[in-house]
């Protein structure tokens, strides 16, 4: 045949058709064919026909998007079928599509299997890429080699035909001395071997069925002893099937028709045996599944250990089930699996304690750096934990903080530094400054006024700011005046003392000496008047300074009596009391600083109290709603598991039952199936075994044995494999025991490795607590050190001080009264002073102590609140766990009653299908000559051989092919691919 396809062409229509035309030849001749039926079916249905032209042409208007089948027929010829697969067009593609279809017919020989054409010649398919139809040309060459191996096969037949002659004349004559000898069944099956030969042998056939008569006559005289027999033979089978009542059943109709037989008897005692044997078989066997079930339901529940145990009493019922060891051998395995994966987070849960211990140790130690280290490397290790999260996050904020201290405190010891810097140059400056006014005193005293000034100039170019050396340049150059003899006015003109007074000397020099007599009289007489009230008005600012002194002591008295009293309220937390005292002592001082900072820790203390108060309550109440909710869900958990528990026992027993009644009546069926079926072979077999073996007997029995043989050796082989795989697999699980016992005893070395290291860690962490406290012990002598120095060096300051002062008072005489207010002040300024740093440091101590109270109390709180949690977590995961339970279980028992409905569905579906038997099969046209058993016949093929055999089992008949090629052998039944296996178990053996 020729399939050419033009260029689909495009034309404008109101419709759009497929356009199909072409014309119809005879094969291997340009002569084209009229008279030939063209038929078209759309998508299955008849839609259009018509017959070629003279001229062997035809052409069709059809509708776009179908399926087509053109079909081809003429008799005597090749019809064909050619499929064309339009549909796939799409909706968007415009215009009418043309498809040139040239078929080509031949005539058929006698003989030729024209079912062959019964299946489509050739297929189509629109391509949306290429925009046409295209055919599937390899299936056209496969439908061409089929005609050419039908053709091959008839070209053999011919050549065969004068062999299958005589092999004919030979079955007739064997079929005839065979019921010469009332062999009846040899003569039928000679003569149904002939007929195979030539179906249409009418003498033939009518010897068949003469033998046939032949056969039923001798059946119904042997009728009586071949049933007792039958009937014993199938009570035997049916015992052997533990089928006891139909043996029963067998046995007791042999003994009715020979009531004096041994067999049926015997027969009747050995089911009566069998049944007990069964019934107590059944209850082991009933335990041993119910055994196996809860077993399996604790493998799958990864309880191992329960289910080793169950495995092994399953064993202990059937020793000889593999089943259950290969089980126990698996939770073995993955028990060790589990044991590893263990280990392995018991040794990360190590490095993490220690990792933990050695961060906490840093952090407590205030190496916070560190400590952030090593917590994020315990993170790694365990990453789902809370703790070395907020630790390490604590760590970062206590690393700022002290990196924010560490600026405070340089800055702090740098303003210290510049304060004591300037205090030491101060401290010189005033030693300089009084060895100075020491000197200018010493010449003030021996009346060198302008020597004395001169010196009291220095001091003042030292301490600028001072009053003294001022005052007594004042007074040296008012004695250089009354020396000099200038009027006091004039001295008060002019401050510059000494270049005034020589400029008036020089100018007095001119005068009269009377004059000047008279003048220094009044002079002198006026620095007694002012002398007289110099000394008054010093009187009275000395007793009013007297008086302010005496009220700002009483002043401090008061409020030194009411801070100490108010701190001793506040030492014994009586807040009310110390808040009254302070609010007193402000009365006293308003703008005091150390009583406002008091009053302000004792409203933060009160408050602190009601939260404790409060949070204690809380924690009470929240601990005892969590101890009542965690026991509700236990008891609700308890009593859903046990309605569980009962629903599943319930349902497990009833589909045990189910199952149980299926079996039995699914085995019954069988058993009384397989008894007809053996029943009928044994009764052929029994037939055919009458007479001697005969060349046909001879030919298939040698053919049995041989692939008797050649199973046997594939079953000894597979033995071998089998035997060494089990070897091999002993071995390995020797060697994977060997390798989790090395594995565990490492395991069990890495435990005790970390025990030893965190005992020496653990002893590295005292030695290293030790050593701090010996560093903090150490610290604070060093710190006892230095505040007992600058408290012996603020003494001596004082005391240092307090000479300058009396060696004031002793020789300056006079001039001191004149700084007696200014050294009050600082006296007062001094002690108050001391009194702010005393009451600071008590106050840094007490703030101190409270924070550490307080971090105390924050820490516990801390602890309390991460036990909480940690219950709370612990609460929350079991009964997740539970819900994850009772969900499995839910899932399981869902999963277990939809096999169990498949199950049932599938035995009710099998129920409905009646079994058919070989008798129930209609023969189809042409296999009424088909012998009973195998038949076999070969022909060759381009290329290779093909091997057909026929089996026939009553009226079944089923044709095996075997396609022996270069490329390799192939099996087919029915058309369908098969296995060797198959086909040596399904065609080499009669009445099988």
């Known amino acids: 045949m020729i399939l050419a396809l033009f260029v689909v062409m495009e034309s404008m229509a109101q419709e759009d058709l497929f356009l199909v035309f072409g014309s119809v030849k005879l094969e291997d001749a340009n002569k084209r064919l009229p008279g030939v039926d063209v038929i078209v079916y759309q998508d299955g249905v008849l839609f259009d026909q018509l017959t070629t032209s003279a001229k062997g042409d035809y052409d069709f208007e059809l509708p776009l998007r179908h399926l087509y089948t053109f079909s081809f027929v003429l008799d005597g010829h090749s019809n064909k079928q050619i499929e064309v697969d339009a549909s796939g067009i799409p909706e968007g593609v415009i215009g009418n599509r043309n498809m040139d279809l040239d078929m080509s017919m031949l005539p058929l020989p006698n003989g030729f299997d024209a079912s062959i054409f019964e299946d489509a010649y050739g297929r189509g398919e629109y391509d949306p890429d290429k925009n046409t139809v295209v055919f599937d040309n390899n299936y056209t060459v496969r439908m061409r080699n089929r005609v050419n191996a039908e053709f091959a096969r008839l070209e053999r037949l011919d050549s065969e035909s004068e062999r299958m002659r005589e092999n004919f004349d030979d079955f007739v004559r064997k079929g005839d001395r065979s019921g010469a000898a009332k062999e009846w069944q040899k003569a039928i099956d000679f003569y149904e071997s002939a007929l195979s030969l030539f179906p249409d042998e009418q003498e033939v056939i009518a010897k068949r069925d003469q033998a046939q008569s032949g056969l039923d006559a001798a059946n119904a005289s042997n009728a009586s002893a071949a049933a007792f027999q039958s009937l014993l033979d199938e009570g035997d089978q049916a015992l052997s099937r533990d089928d006891l009542e139909k043996a029963r059943d067998a046995f007791s109709e042999a003994k009715e028709l020979q009531p004096d037989a041994r067999e049926p008897r015997e027969g009747l005692r050995r089911v009566d045996e069998r049944e007990e044997a069964m019934q107590a078989e059944s209850e082991s066997n009933a335990e041993y599944l119910e055994i196996i079930e809860d077993a399996d339901k604790y493998f799958e529940r990864e309880q191992y250990d329960r289910a080793i145990n169950l495995y092994s009493e399953a064993s202990v019922l059937k020793p000889g089930e593999r089943y259950p060891q290969n089980q126990i051998d698996e939770a073995e395995t993955r028990k060790s699996d589990l044991a590893s994966q263990a280990a392995d987070i018991v040794e990360r849960t190590i490095q993490y304690e220690a990792l933990i211990d050695e961060a906490n140790q840093m952090f407590r130690d205030d190496d916070y750096e560190n400590a952030l280290a090593k917590y994020e490397e315990a993170g790694l290790l365990l990453p789902a934990e809370r703790f070395w999260q907020q630790r390490a996050e604590a760590s970062r904020e206590r690393l700022e903080e002290m990196l924010s201290d560490q600026a405070a405190r340089a800055a702090r010891e740098l303003a210290a530094a510049e304060r004591a810097a300037a205090s030491a140059e101060l401290k010189e400056k005033r030693r300089k400054y009084d060895a100075i006014n020491d000197e200018a005193d010493v010449l003030f005293r021996n009346d060198d006024y302008e020597s004395a000034i001169v010196i009291y100039e220095k001091a003042l170019a030292v301490l600028p700011d001072e009053r003294y050396p001022q005052q007594r340049i004042n007074e040296a150059q008012q004695r250089i005046n009354e020396a000099a003899g200038i009027d006091e006015s004039d001295d008060k003109e002019s401050e510059d003392g000494t270049s005034v007074a020589e400029n008036k000397n020089d100018r007095k020099k001119r005068i009269d000496r009377d004059e000047e007599e008279s003048r220094e009289g009044a002079a002198a007489a006026q620095t007694d008047d002012s002398d007289a009230e110099i000394d008054s008005e010093r009187s009275a600012r000395q007793a009013a300074e007297a008086n302010a002194r005496a009220a700002a002591e009483a002043t401090e008295d008061e409020y030194d009596a009411l801070i100490a009293e108010a701190d001793n309220a506040f030492d014994a937390s009586n807040w009310t009391e110390s808040r009254r005292r302070y609010d007193a002592a402000l009365r006293v001082k308003p703008n005091d600083r150390y009583a406002k900072s008091r009053l302000s820790r004792i409203d933060k203390a009160e408050a602190g109290e009601t939260a ?340 026939r089992d009553g009226n079944k008949v089923t044709r095996y092919r075997k396609v022996v090629t270069k490329t390799g052998t192939y099996y087919f039944k029915a058309d369908h691919s098969i296995t060797s296996v198959t086909w040596k178990r399904e065609t080499s053996m009669v009445l099988d």
Do not use: C, H
Not at 763 to 781: G, H, P, T
């Open 612 to 951: 404790i108060t409060e949070d204690g309550n809380d924690f009470e109440e929240r601990a005892a709603v969590r101890e009542a909710q965690r026991l509700r869900e236990e008891q609700e958990f308890e009593s859903a598991e046990e309605m569980e528990r009962a629903a599943q026992d319930a349902e497990r027993q009833r589909r045990l039952d189910e199952t149980a009644a299926l079996e039995k009546e699914r085995e019954k069926q069988r058993q009384e199936q397989a008894g007809l079926d053996r029943k009928r072979a044994e009764q052929m077999m029994a037939n055919l075994n009458a007479s001697e073996e005969d060349e046909v007997e001879t030919y298939f029995s040698e053919a049995l044995r041989s692939e008797a043989i050649a199973r046997k050796a594939k079953v000894e082989e597979a033995k071998r494999s089998q035997a060494e795989l089990i070897s091999e697999s002993a071995a390995n699980a020797v060697d994977r025991r060997a390798t989790r016992q090395r594995q565990n005893e490492d395991l069990d070395r890495l435990a005790q490795s970390n025990a030893q290291t965190a005992v020496r860690n653990q002893e590295q962490r005292i030695a290293s607590f030790v050593e701090q406290q010996e560093e903090y012990r150490q610290k604070e002598n060093a710190a006892q050190i230095r505040s007992n120095r600058l408290i012996e060096n603020g003494e001596d300051a004082v005391a240092n001080e307090k000479a300058s002062q009396t060696r004031m008072q002793s020789d300056r005489g006079r001039d001191y009264t004149l700084n007696v207010p200014d050294l009050d002040s600082k006296k007062r300024t001094w002690r108050n002073l001391f009194r702010g740093i005393k009451r600071s440091a008590e106050e840094k101590r007490s703030v101190s102590s409270e924070n550490i109270a307080s971090t105390s109390k924050r820490y516990r709180e801390i602890g309390r609140g991460a036990n909480e949690r940690s219950q709370e977590r612990w609460f929350a995961s079991r009964r997740q766990a539970k819900k994850v339970d009772r969900a499995l279980s839910k899932r399981e028992r869902e999963s277990q009653q939809r096999a169990y409905d498949k199950r049932k569905d599938e035995k009710e579906r099998l129920d409905k299908m009646a079994v058919k038997s070989p008798q129930d099969y209609q023969l189809a046209e042409g296999d009424e000559d088909v012998l009973q058993g195998v038949s076999e016949e070969s022909y060759d093929i381009p290329n290779g051989l093909v091997i057909e055999r026929t089996v």
